[in-house]
């Protein structure tokens, strides 16, 4: 059997990394380009921009599963909970906070994730995940106590921000069930729903209009802190399941820490260093996890992306098509043993 190079843990841990890179730094930039705007009409603005970057990045049938009729409610809900109730609540508690405070404080949305993917989804979570998820949850609670202990914490935006951690824990556990569909259309999907809620909303509440520069902007952080980064979290739940997703996207509020310290918040001390060390070190517990047993696999006939030689997709073609591709396939039973993460393959049971 052939593996690829990466990992499974280290491949989907890569890939939640640079998604929350992209998301962890756009928190400050929310914050700074939103000042005088209303919340419905910035989150109308983040995910308008990343509705536009969607339509750049969506994949042919031949190359990946496209999204279904049923499918619809789902992502009906994905959209409520997270291009709606997420980004408001979030850019409201960003004009009442620091946006050191509020990056940190959405260190919580992966608890709220990992907690509905094991209830929800019964994904499988060890010692090491264990322990790597409590470093990286007590990491976030050392630098939301540095930034209480600086007077930088007020306690209406916190909880805003906490809304908002809550709603993206759900629409993530959610996206678990849309991950093996094209990545582009989902984020297409989901942003046009959040932007004509959120718009509708703006018009009613009769928030004021932003100038073109800030529009721009805005739209410009949405198309990469919102549409690249759902796009790569995306991928990411599919090679490494939706717990570890939401645990490494935790990273995500350390890296917009350091932007808003980029921006002007001289917020630095030894419990934030303190913190982001364990941070870093839940990360890294995640990235070098290998669990690798015995396992059965059922007869399974689904759709998704796929190649050739890993060792779970050995139906032929003629011609042999080369790279990634998408079609309507089965898996026999199979029993094996090598190293897996709970990606569409590996859902069983312990």
Known sequence: MTHLSLSPALRGGLLALLAAALFGLSTPFVQLWGRGLGPFTTAGLLYGG???????????RER???????????????????????????????????????????TLEAFFTALLAWRLYGETVDRRVLLAMASLMAGGMVLTLDQGLQGNV??????????????????NTLSRGVADRDPGQVVLAKSS????????????????????????????????????????????????????????????????????????????????????????AGVVLHLIESHDHEHTHEVLEHE????????????????????????????????????????????HMH
């Open 64 to 106: 990946e599963a496209q999204l279904q009729r049923g499918d619809a409610g789902r992502l009906l809900a994905m959209a409520v909970f997270g291009a709606v109730i997420g980004p408001v609540a979030l850019v409201w508690g960003l004009q009442r906070t620091s946006g050191t405070s509020a990056s940190l404080m959405l």
């Open 154 to 171: 007020q306690l209406l935006g916190l909880a805003a921000v906490m809304v908002a951690t809550a709603a993206w824990g759900v629409d």
């Open 50 to 60: 990343a509705g536009l970057v969607a339509l750049f990045i969506r994949r042919p």
């Open 193 to 280: 729903l959040g932007v004509v809620a959120t718009v509708l909303l703006a018009g009613l509440l009769a928030e004021p209009m932003p100038n073109l520069l800030a529009a721009g902007v805005l739209l410009g952080i949405g198309a990469t802190g919102y549409g690249l980064s759902l796009r790569f979290y995306l991928l990411a739940q599919r090679t490494f399941g939706a717990a570890r997703t939401g645990s490494v996207f935790a990273f995500a509020p350390f890296i917009g820490a350091l932007g808003a310290f980029g921006l002007g918040e001289r917020a630095a001390s030894v419990l934030l260093v303190l913190g982001g060390a364990l941070m870093l």
């Open 304 to 347: 998704h992306a796929h190649t050739h030689g890993d060792g779970h997709h050995d139906h032929s073609h003629e011609p042999m098509p080369q790279g990634a591709h998408s079609h309507l396939h089965t898996h026999t039973a199979l029993v094996h043993k090598h190293p897996h993460v709970p990606d569409l393959h590996h859902g």
